[in-house]
């Protein structure tokens, strides 16, 4: 089988068989450059090195959006943070799980904390929803006048798109 050998399987990244006798696929006997390769889902086993951190948080999107953490905490350190494929980064996210889960019993900061160390994958329903907005801002002016602007990297405003669909809430 052909590798394409810029092909790059992260740490902890397993490729669940489609097949019911067998658990997992190898990487290397999949023919990255045919259309088969395209048939297989990709799972990342919880940890530090997960590309989305410790925590992904679903909510409803109509272009499967999602907020998550990462294992790059030097990225918001960033002016220009533009390195998700439009999933959005939370910085501190483990405050804002435990704002969400505050009516789940047994999920405070301290067990939130806990959990996000852990190596379990865990699925936790929020039983409070809260509302979501997102914006996207190009182009503002702060309290003094002075007008700030931003390169459009998703090319909304070529595009004239003003509003997004509105969210309803922050669902597990």
């Not at 088969?36 to 990709?42: I, K, P, S």
């Not at 086993?45 to 999107?61: A, L, R, T, Y």
């Not at 959005?88 to 806990?114: H, T």
Request: hydrophobic share 35%; proline share 6%.
């Amino acid at each position: 089988m052909a590798v394409v050998p810029e092909t790059r399987i992260y740490e902890g990244t397993r490729i669940p068989s489609p097949c019911p006798t067998i658990l997992e696929v190898d990487p290397s006997t999949i023919d990255w450059t045919g259309k088969d390769a395209l048939n297989y889902a990709f799972t990342q086993d919880p940890g530090d090195f997960n590309s989305e951190g410790h925590v992904k948080i679903n909510f409803p999107s109509p272009t499967n959006v999602y907020l998550h953490d990462t294992p790059e905490k030097e990225l918001f350190e960033d002016d220009a943070r533009f390195d998700s494929s439009g999933c959005m980064r939370i910085q501190n996210v483990n405050q804002l799980v435990a704002w969400l889960l505050q009516a789940n019993s047994g999920w405070d900061q301290a067990s939130v904390d806990a959990a996000m160390t852990g190596s379990q994958t865990q699925q936790v329903a929020v039983k409070r929803q809260q509302p979501l907005h997102t914006t996207y801002i190009t182009a503002w002016a702060n309290r003094q006048g002075t007008v700030s602007f931003r390169d459009d990297v998703y090319q909304y405003d070529a595009q004239g798109q003003t509003t997004f669909d509105t969210i309803q809430a922050v669902k597990g």
